[in-house]
């Protein structure tokens, strides 16, 4: 509400000033006053140009500084009356129209001053990219094998109009062939961004693996361990990049006509399977024998390869080994015996 009834209000930080038109007076412009003089001079005021500035694509706003407005009259005071912006405000990306008002205390209304604040984006800034792939190296059976990997991804205030890479998930790789694989995103301002790049290196070890149409097999042959420690060892080697993809390797499981076709397939022989620890076990409940038999999980299995007079029931024989004829054979875990293990294809 304007406390000055016939004029306009000048505000200050503990008060405020009525600035009355001809013909009136008072501390609220309320009385009249019909001996005032009237100016014959107009208004003049000093206006301000369009301004532009530029802020980077992706900021709202800006704060704008300019040399403020301001008006005199040689014969009396001249107030500003209203203003929408002042210097040093934000303001928003487009175009913004200022408007200072001036009048005289005579009631003399300059025409206001007016101008534009323009805020344009420009874009300076290159895409970014998240989830860049780190350098790898694979433990492969076969000398050439595909490798896949997890493209990053992009983000930039302009969008992002391409992403390109020399080598695209699932090339071919060879051993002692290294790649090094480079993306290069463009975003739509046209600015690219070439910093995501890495290594792919293949590591044979077809060598230390006899495959089968359906597995691999290797054998630890550096000394006899407990079951425990078997059952680890086969964990530290994977995981294998094969053809069929990434395969982590386990303990050995086989029954007795995979057992018999082992000793030909391995090369040190059927020594190892006839004191071989395989990936089964009743640590969970005595008498119920559960086995991993892709090193997947463990599940209960009814089979029949149990050497004669097993499992034997004791409570301590909690582990399983091939030995004999190739038939199963419950024994204590901290046995001593050979380790073999194996990647389901």
């Not at 009525?18 to 009385?31: A, Y």
């Not at 006053?33 to 003049?44: G, L, S, W, Y």
């Not at 001053?113 to 694979?138: A, R």
């Not at 620890?277 to 038999?293: L, Q, S």
């Amino acid at each position: 509400m304007n406390p000055c009834e016939n004029g306009w209000c000048e505000e200050t930080m503990t008060r405020y000033r009525c600035h009355c038109p001809i013909g009136f007076q008072g501390k609220r412009c309320h009385e009249l006053d019909t001996n005032r003089p009237a100016t014959t001079q107009d208004i003049v005021v000093t206006c301000v140009k369009d301004i532009t500035v530029t802020v980077e694509l992706g900021i709202p706003n800006k704060s704008v500084e300019f040399t403020s407005p301001s008006a005199v009259n040689t014969e009396v005071p001249v107030v500003l009356v209203s203003q929408n912006y002042k210097s040093g405000d934000d303001f928003t990306v487009g175009s913004t129209l200022v408007e200072y008002i001036f009048a005289d205390e005579s009631g003399n209304q300059a025409s206001r001053c007016t101008f534009n604040v323009n805020v344009n984006t420009v874009d300076t800034t290159p895409p970014e990219v998240q989830s860049c792939p780190f350098n790898q190296t694979f433990s492969v059976i076969k000398t050439t094998t595909p490798i896949a990997w997890t493209p990053p991804t992009a983000s930039d205030a302009s969008g992002i109009a391409f992403i390109v890479a020399n080598y695209e998930p699932g090339v071919n790789v060879s051993v002692n062939s290294p790649i090094s694989v480079i993306y290069t995103v463009t975003d739509n301002s046209g600015l690219v961004n070439t910093n995501c790049s890495f290594n792919i290196t293949l590591v044979s070890v077809e060598t230390q693996w006899e495959c089968t149409s359906s597995k691999c097999y290797h054998v630890n042959q550096r000394w006899p361990t407990n079951w425990h420690d078997a059952h680890s060892f086969c964990l530290t080697l994977g995981p294998i990049t094969t053809n069929a993809g990434d395969r982590q390797p386990s303990l050995l499981f086989a029954d007795t006509e995979e057992a018999s076709q082992l000793a030909l397939i391995l090369e040190t022989g059927d020594k190892f399977l006839k004191s071989a620890w395989i990936n089964c076990n009743d640590m969970e409940t005595n008498g119920i024998f559960m086995c991993d038999v892709d090193g997947k999980g463990a599940v209960q299995i009814n089979l029949t390869d149990w050497a004669k007079g097993r499992p034997s029931g004791y409570g301590y024989e909690k582990c399983v080994a091939l030995t004999g004829e190739y038939k199963w054979l419950d024994l204590p875990c901290t046995l001593y015996l050979n380790t073999i293990c194996q990647i389901v294809l």
